[in-house]
């Protein structure tokens, strides 16, 4: 019994996980969220967004980066536009956040036939 409640649970669970409320811009693959538009304008003028959508960093890593590509690259000051874009990249392209819902454990999948 308690196994079903559990995985009626994860069922839930994995139902409401925030990632499944946002759907991705077609041209660029980036997600659609607060600051998408600042993002896909300063962020891929050099470079295809794909280097963005596949990195995962902490916020402090990202500002790292973007003043890597300031300093040597070319990218211009972002002002005000670069806490909005940090809190993008922050919270769709984090570490911990690896856009896929756990897998469902080994002893809740259905049953195997030998
Ligand atoms: C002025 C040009 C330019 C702009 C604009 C630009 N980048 Fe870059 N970026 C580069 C170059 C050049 C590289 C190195 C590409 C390579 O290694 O092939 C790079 C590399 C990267 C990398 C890979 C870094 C690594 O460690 O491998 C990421 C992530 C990245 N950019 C994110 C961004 C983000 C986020 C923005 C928007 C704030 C942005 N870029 C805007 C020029 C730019």
């Excluded at 890593?61 to 670069?82: A, D, V």
């Excluded at 990249?89 to 999948?109: C, E, F, Q, V």
Aim: charge should be positive; aromatic fraction near 8%.
């Amino acid at each position: 019994m308690n196994k079903y409640l559990l995985l009626i649970g994860l069922l839930i669970i994995s139902g409401v996980d925030a990632k499944d409320k946002f759907k991705v811009d077609k041209e660029t693959g980036l997600i659609l969220d607060n600051g998408f538009a600042i993002v896909k304008a300063n962020c891929t003028a050099c470079h295809s967004a794909a280097l963005v959508t596949q990195n995962r960093m902490s916020r402090e890593t990202w500002l790292e980066t973007i003043r890597w590509m300031q300093k040597s690259q070319g990218l211009w000051p972002l002002n005000k536009n670069e806490p909005i874009i940090l809190d993008y990249l922050a919270k769709h392209y984090n570490l911990t956040d690896t856009g896929r819902r756990k897998s469902i454990p080994d002893h809740l999948m259905p049953i195997k036939e030998e």
